[in-house]
């Protein structure tokens, strides 16, 4: 539980979000995934959950990627890895 008092700035998420413009509407989990590694029903691929902000230019680097993959490489480039 969140101690009270501590101001607005005392969760470290907070000095890593930052507001920016993203243009493309991308799946999480990949319309076609990598070799050896199922592809999530159509169901659950285009629901609301599945879908992410993100820049074309990183999305392309990491299109086919699982989530969990997707996940390591920005923990990494933000330097939380």
């Given at each position: ?67 969990q993959q997707k996940l ?10």
């Amino acid at each position: 539980m969140k101690e009270r008092g501590k101001g607005k700035n005392s969760d470290q998420v907070i000095n890593f979000f930052e507001f920016t413009f993203r243009s493309s509407v991308e799946h999480f989990s990949p319309q076609h995934p990598m070799d050896g590694y199922k592809t999530v029903e159509n169901v659950a691929l285009h629901a609301f959950g599945n879908l992410c902000l993100i820049s074309h230019s990183k999305n392309s680097r990491l299109s086919n990627f699982q989530p969990q993959q997707k996940l390591e490489h920005f923990e990494v480039s933000l330097g939380n890895g």
